[in-house]
């Protein structure tokens, strides 16, 4: 146990997460403040004999990926706010050629270079729609290390599973933050495997034709099948095509295997949410202060609780709603004008209930700036 | 082995126009594969985004056609990983200096084992017809309808400043030495490319009144010339055909490859 226990910042328990997962291939581009999971990786990858390059920007980086993960390889990136910008050219195509890729965005003060070294979550709608095109994506976060490296393993077992490209979506508290993480023992946390095809050489391999599972087994760049990948709509054979059949059977395809397939596995965690008349939902390093306030509130005898997303795409409809049901007022904490607040309202009953508790200056969001929301809800004596 | 052995006959006919020199390029890609007899299933190439770039879903290897301007960041992935296959990348003159610039140079500066194939016909062909970055001055397009007022630059020099160890200039219209360009390249070492000057009649050539096909096939031969022939010292003018630069620096995955063996030292 001993062994296994560090003292980290975030990004380095993303880091740990990555190695453990299986790690092959790492292409960055210097930005604050994700730097120090590239700075790691280079030093770490090559020791087992595993890969870090560097390349001349993220659009470069998210490509380079995209060839290593073709060649077997999983991959990860790690980025920031302008940097996620020049990601979404080649996260489209991920998601179009269905290639598994792990993207870290350690999120800071956006629009633009906005504020490079303090925290903000606003690129949580840039996860779900910042590459053009109608699509389905994976997000996730965390609000601890523990869970960092959690997720961060989660997501590569999720984009080997779906051939889907992984956002994970942290923050500058929670990269920068130290605290304690307990490295698993090897095995303990099951791995996913890239399903391989066992097509033989010699017949006729088709790289796009899902199984009746939905999912599509690969084979290596350099192994015996060779066939075409594109960003174009393609055939099952990943040749363009403009038929409308395949056209259409290509989108809903895309979107069902994540909509309605990883869908059903979100991620979260649930605090007193039984019988909160008041229930928080937020994720994120927002989720440890507005955790804090539930805690001080249920020491009250007061029924505040939290549900803490940690799958942020596809939207945990159904959980949320759920878990709503019961809550007369419904606080979403977050560090934006509403990004995940818009989701939740689209999600419950009743709507009206539904408030938000932000902060949007760069400053991690307190207890006491989520307790002047409840005392607006609530009226004097909160 | 008989050409139709290296080509995906199930996708053609192909896209391009009639007279296109984009055609030719593929046919020499193929004869250079056959005469090194290279094994279908060690070669990757991976194409951006124009008419150049449908090269890559013709061919039986393992191909990949990627994003406008970034068929390089993506080969990178792929050889850095897989350094014992050969990685191709066909591209067109915009695809290669104006959107993917950046990713041409620091290919070249990395000097990783990629041949890059420029099919330079000075024009963006797929959209219609637009000035690209080796139009030049005074070159008509689409967008350049009063004549282009843009400089162009040259491919070699930019490749051999950008410290590609492999670069070299032909045309469709030399075959046998276009072919004999790109089998050197393939065979060399570290970052090759070979600028091939192609003919787009459709734009290029009615744009600029230069006739048709063969006409401009003509033109490619009366402008060029071998490296430092005697026509050159006459006419400054005429461009440069022949290996521009051949030397060896150490080849980016072997440099890698040191770099794991010292990490696993602990050093």
């Not at chain 1, 060839?67 to 991920?94: D, H, N, R």
């Amino acid at each position: 146990m001993g062994g296994n226990l560090k003292f980290v910042q975030g990004n380095e328990a993303c880091v740990e997460g990555a190695l453990y997962a299986g790690l092959d291939f790492f292409a960055g581009y210097p930005i604050t403040p994700s730097t120090e999971i590239a700075e790691l990786l280079a030093s770490r990858l090559p020791k087992t004999g595993a890969k870090f390059i560097q390349m001349e920007d993220e659009i470069a980086s998210i490509c380079a990926l995209i060839g290593a993960s073709l060649t077997g390889c999983k991959v990860m990136t790690a980025t920031s706010g302008p940097g996620f910008s020049l990601i979404q050219e080649g996260l489209g195509y991920a998601i179009m050629a269905e290639i598994p890729c792990v993207i870290v965005n350690v999120q800071r003060g956006g629009p633009s270079t906005g504020i490079p070294t303090r925290v903000h979550q606003g690129d949580v709608n840039q996860a779900r729609w910042g590459t053009h095109g109608d699509h389905a994506i994976v997000a996730l976060t965390a609000s601890n290390h523990q869970d960092v490296f959690a997720m961060t393993v989660e997501a590569f077992n999720i984009a080997e599973t779906y051939r889907t490209p992984v956002v994970l979506l942290f923050d500058e508290v929670i990269g920068h933050m130290r605290e304690r993480l307990v490295l698993p023992e090897h095995g303990e946390i099951a791995m996913v495997e890239r399903l391989k095809t066992s097509v033989k050489e010699g017949v006729d391999y088709h790289p796009y034709l899902p199984r009746e599972d939905g999912r599509l087994p690969m084979s290596d760049f350099g192994g015996v099948h060779r066939y075409n990948v594109t960003g174009l709509y393609h055939d099952m054979w990943g040749f363009p095509s403009d038929d409308s059949d395949v056209v259409d059977g290509l989108l809903r395809h895309l979107m069902d295997k994540i909509e309605n397939q990883a869908a059903h596995f979100p991620k979260y965690r649930e605090f007193y949410t039984e019988d909160a008349d008041c229930l928080f939902i937020s994720y994120g390093s927002a989720a440890r202060s507005a955790r804090h306030v539930v805690e001080r509130r249920r020491r009250l005898g007061e029924r505040f609780g939290l549900l803490e997303l940690q799958t942020l795409w596809p939207f945990p409809h159904d959980i949320v709603k759920e878990k709503t049901a019961g809550a007369r007022y419904i606080v979403v904490v977050e560090m934006n004008t509403g990004q995940i607040c818009q989701s939740v309202r689209l999600a419950v009953s009743r709507p009206e209930r539904v408030f938000l508790a932000n902060r949007i200056d760069g400053v991690l969001i307190t207890p006491t700036d989520i307790q002047r929301v409840i005392r607006l809800i609530y009226g004097k004596g909160f | 082995m008989p050409v139709k052995d290296y080509i995906r006959e199930r996708f053609f006919p192909h896209i391009w126009c009639s007279g296109c020199g984009h055609g030719t390029v593929l046919n020499v890609l193929i004869r250079v594969i056959e005469r090194l007899g290279l094994n279908k299933s060690d070669i990757v190439i991976v194409s951006g985004i124009g008419c150049s770039s449908r090269i890559a879903g013709y061919l039986d290897f393992h191909t990949m056609h990627t994003l406008h301007g970034r068929a390089l960041a993506f080969a990178t992935g792929i050889k850095l990983n897989r350094p014992e296959l050969n990685v191709i990348v066909p591209m067109g003159d915009g695809d290669a200096l104006a959107i993917g610039g950046n990713h041409f140079i620091h290919a070249a500066r990395r000097n990783i084992d990629i041949t890059a194939i420029v099919m330079n016909n000075r024009i963006y062909g797929m959209t219609g017809g637009q000035y690209s970055p080796l139009s030049g001055y005074g070159i008509f397009a689409s967008t350049a309808p009063y004549s282009s007022v843009d400089q162009s630059f040259d491919v070699a020099e930019l490749a051999a400043a950008a410290g590609a160890t492999f670069v070299a200039r032909s045309t469709t219209y030399h075959v046998n030495e276009a072919a004999q360009m790109i089998q050197k390249a393939i065979l060399h070492k570290g970052f090759s490319v070979v600028e091939i000057m192609s003919q787009c009649p459709t734009y290029f050539g009615r744009k600029n009144r230069q006739g048709d096909a063969v006409d401009m096939l003509k033109y490619m031969r009366d402008t060029t010339t071998p490296i430092g022939s005697g026509a050159k010292g006459q006419n400054p003018e005429l461009i440069e055909r022949g290996v521009f630069v051949n030397k060896e620096l150490p080849e980016y995955c072997s440099a890698y490859d040191e770099v794991i063996r010292h990490a696993m030292e602990g050093r």
